[in-house]
């Protein structure tokens, strides 16, 4: 696809940028590694971009949960140790695999659960101001 700048709006914290949003849903990081951001530096070079400000605390959840997201998507391995670990229950307890011979321990498992809940249950705090991140498994 094509994109134009009209695509493209770019949120900001206080005046600095936040994340981008294009008009497909997607979210881009302020990242220069990331190759949409590559994308959308070089498509609204010199041109005008819609801005949006986030100040208040509806728009300020919105910037929070799109960088849950990102944090969600950066730990897709994370999960994939999770769903291991589920699949190794359903073999011990059909005796084709020991418990000892798990790759995932319970433990691992439910500290991987916890920040799962913990980052999708991020908005609890009722306050965008001082909610804190949970820590990565």
Request: charged residues 10%; proline residues 9%.
């Given at each position: 696809m094509i994109w134009q700048p009209s695509d493209y709006t770019l949120y900001t914290v206080n005046g600095s940028a936040s994340y981008v949003l294009r008009s497909?849903?997607?979210?881009i990081p302020i990242d220069g590694s990331n190759a949409d951001y590559t994308v959308y530096l070089q498509v609204t070079a010199g041109q005008t971009v819609a801005t949006v400000e986030l100040n208040n605390a509806s728009s300020k959840w919105t910037n929070i949960l799109s960088q849950r997201d990102q944090k969600f998507?950066?730990?897709?391995?994370?999960?994939?140790?999770?769903?291991?670990?589920?699949a190794e229950t359903q073999a011990v307890q059909a005796g084709k695999i020991t418990d000892g011979q798990r790759s995932v321990t319970a433990a691992r498992a439910l500290s991987i659960a916890m920040y799962m809940r913990q980052l999708y249950q991020i908005?609890?705090?009722?306050n965008?101001?001082?909610?804190?991140?949970?820590?990565?498994?």
């Open positions: 497909d849903g997607a979210s998507m950066s730990q897709l391995h994370v999960l994939g140790e999770l769903v291991l670990y589920l908005t609890a705090s009722g965008p101001d001082t909610f804190t991140w949970p820590a990565a498994p």
